[in-house]
């Protein structure tokens, strides 16, 4: 899909959409292949403020440079477009996993991290301190179903393609404060 299609599938989903800067270039292809694509990762920020977490997504920290995902789905439903490519989100995860989500079946516990992830995921970032106790708005859940959909309807994947950064390498605990399988189950009713 190229960036112009993965902008349309977003807007044909029903979300608000905002390009920052070179979305559609800004990428990490210089240090390996982008692809091929085989899901979606959903990740929460560990930060609060819609602009400082678009710029922190955009342009990366001291040791993790940017982009560090393709979308930034803020409290209040939009989603910021930062990056097209290969992004630092996924990181090293389980082969078994990968293997799940292409075959679109029940994944196995994730107990390795010996693949790249950021090779084969589109990343949205979602606003949230991921504590359990800072609230997810209803229009941002939406939001998070609607663009997971939005990539799978455009692939024609279901959703067991999409699956939260926990369930991919071990060690991680995002997203925190609503569940993958309910959010695979709303999915799942949009697409169908």
Not at 124 to 146: H, M, S, T, Y
Not at 164 to 175: A, C, F, N, R, T
Request: charged content about 25%; aromatic content about 6%.
């Amino acid at each position: 899909m190229s960036a112009d299609s993965f902008l349309d599938a977003l807007r044909d989903e029903g979300l608000t959409v905002v390009q920052v800067g070179d979305w559609r270039t800004h990428n990490r292809n210089h240090k390996g292949p982008w692809g091929p694509v085989h899901g979606v990762m959903i990740h929460h920020t560990v930060t609060r403020g819609t602009a400082d977490t678009v710029r922190i997504c955009r342009d990366g920290y001291a040791g993790l440079p940017g982009p560090l995902c393709h979308g930034v789905i803020a409290k209040d439903g939009k989603v910021h477009l930062v990056g097209y490519g290969r992004a630092n989100h996924a990181g090293l995860g389980d082969d078994d996993v990968l293997r799940a989500v292409i075959a679109e079946r029940a994944l196995p516990p994730d107990d390795e991290a010996n693949t790249d992830g950021n090779r084969h995921f589109y990343g949205f970032e979602c606003e949230n301190l991921g504590d359990g106790r800072d609230p997810w708005p209803e229009v941002q859940l939406e939001a998070i179903e609607k663009a997971a959909a939005a990539v799978c309807r455009r692939h024609g994947w279901n959703a067991r393609s999409v699956i939260g950064h926990l369930e991919w390498q071990p060690g991680k605990i995002d997203p925190r404060g609503f569940t993958m399988n309910a959010m695979r189950a709303r999915i799942t009713e949009r697409l169908s």
